[in-house]
């Protein structure tokens, strides 16, 4: 189990979380949209949250400002979580927008106010679990969504707060962070995404 625990923060790394509630949602909602217009969101939240992430990661390790994927340096947080931001703002700004995609819409502003609390905390020195950020928001998403569609699907939800908890486990395993990190990360993952959750449910 130790070996396997690891896998986890790298299958549930951040930088996919955007694509699985992407795919989750146009899965609940296969009806309400085009296959075709499926994949053009597919592929915007391919480009903006996974490939210019991956780009903007090799172009600074190159030049020494962050030394590993999982940037366990809280000091080498603060470029990553800034772009972070800008490309969050771009996606709700251009792509998923609230007239087409209202709960994706409240998903992506979650997850950006979650980018700027982790940013926050990185300003004061503070480390937060951007891994379980990630995950516990994407959770409180499911969740929202089961309950806004009326799918009495329990399986979802459980699933995700099962996943949460392994990945909490997974990065303690691999000591990158403290039961207090974790506690922090849950909190600045969960907190964004229950207060937007009564603007869509």
């Given at each position: 189990m130790k070996k396997i625990l690891p896998l986890f923060s790298y299958i549930l790394h951040p930088i996919f979380i955007s694509m699985y509630a992407t795919l989750f949602y146009l899965f609940c909602k296969e009806d309400a949209f085009t296959n075709q217009e499926k994949y053009f969101v597919l592929f915007q939240i391919l480009i903006i949250t996974v490939l210019v992430p991956i780009l903007f990661y090799l172009l600074l390790k190159s030049t020494?400002?962050?030394?590993?994927?999982?940037?366990?340096e809280t000091s080498q947080r603060k470029i990553p979580l800034i772009l972070q931001c800008f490309l969050y703002i771009l996606l709700v700004k251009r792509s998923i927008i609230i007239t087409r995609y209202p709960e994706l819409h409240f998903f992506f502003l979650g997850a950006l106010f979650s980018t700027i609390l982790a940013l926050v905390c990185s300003l004061f020195n503070i480390k937060a679990s951007l891994h379980v950020?990630?995950?516990?928001?994407?959770a409180i998403f499911v969740i929202g969504l089961n309950m806004h569609l009326q799918m009495q699907n329990p399986?979802?939800?459980?699933?995700?707060?099962?996943?949460?908890?392994?990945?909490?486990?997974?990065?303690l395993e691999m000591q990158a962070h403290t039961p207090k990190e974790i506690?922090?990360?849950l909190l600045v993952g969960v907190a964004p995404q229950i207060l937007f959750l009564f603007l869509w449910l």
């Open positions: 020494g400002h962050v030394t590993s994927v999982m940037v366990h950020a990630a995950i516990s928001g994407v399986y979802w939800s459980a699933l995700l707060i099962l996943l949460t908890g392994v990945v909490a486990s997974s990065r506690l922090i990360g």
